[in-house]
């Protein structure tokens, strides 16, 4: 490892109402006894010191029981996102149970096909600033726009930008420095635009103010498995991400 002590971060507010369940997607079954959370916590607890999850209110009870042990043990802590305000507000209103850590290892709750290896290979490559595992993907939602070491520009589908065919996605999972973020947050709020679909302040446009802005260097850790970038959005995404899963465990 880098040497670095890192924080997972995992923003799992969302609920799976969606594919027609009433718990947050980290919870979702991918085996009998086998959940998001348990395969996510195995990939990231090696190269991490603690991990910290952010839930809705109605999340936080079921969570508490699934990972009661973790949580009694110290390795977990849970904190609360009161009004769904998006994943930067997610983020930093846990900023006291991360703050105190060199870096913090952002990870959405419903990546369930994030390999172990890449957590290995960004944590270990981190040292300052942020740190960014990217992969080419034919038809990405998400694109991140590079210069050199220098990110440009984020494209969100979402929000009604356009992303380009072969343009390099994200897998869900960001390393980022502690060390002056929570003030580069404050900065950013200050002057950011509100999305145009959702109407929140995103946190990957936080991504190129921290690149341009504030000067932060970034390191691409290149991907080559598409499928890594996958979260769980439909049932087709669930059914996906169980069938990997059987895979590995077989």
Not at 52 to 75: N, Y
Not at 111 to 128: D, G, M, P
Not at 178 to 193: F, H, I, K, P, V
Request: net charge neutral.
């Amino acid at each position: 490892m880098s040497g670095a002590r890192i924080c997972a971060v995992i923003p799992a507010a969302g609920r799976g109402t969606r594919l027609g369940h009433d718990v947050p997607k980290i919870m979702l079954a991918l085996a009998d006894g086998v959940t998001v959370w348990d395969v996510l916590t195995r990939r990231l607890r090696p190269w991490t010191k603690h991990v910290h999850v952010v839930l809705s209110p109605a999340g936080e009870a079921p969570f508490r029981r699934l990972a009661r042990a973790e949580i009694e043990r110290g390795d977990v802590s849970v904190s609360v996102q009161d009004v769904p305000r998006g994943m930067g507000d997610a983020v930093f209103g846990a900023a006291d149970h991360w703050k105190r850590y060199d870096a913090i290892l952002v990870t959405w709750g419903d990546q369930a096909n994030l390999a172990a290896e890449t957590v290995r290979r960004v944590t270990s490559a981190h040292s300052r600033g942020l740190t960014l595992p990217l992969v080419p993907m034919r038809d990405p939602y998400v694109e991140y726009e590079m210069a050199g070491h220098r990110l440009l520009r984020v494209r969100q589908s979402r929000e009604g930008d356009a992303c380009r065919p072969g343009g390099l996605s994200d897998v869900g999972m960001f390393c980022l420095s502690t060390d002056g973020l929570a003030a580069a947050w404050a900065g950013y709020l200050g002057a950011a635009d509100l999305g145009a679909a959702t109407g929140e302040v995103n946190f990957l446009p936080f991504l190129p103010h921290l690149s341009q802005v504030e000067g932060w260097p970034v390191t691409v850790i290149p991907v080559a498995d598409p499928d890594e970038a996958r979260g769980i959005n439909t049932e087709a995404d669930l059914e996906f991400a169980r069938a990997a899963y059987r895979r590995c465990a077989g």
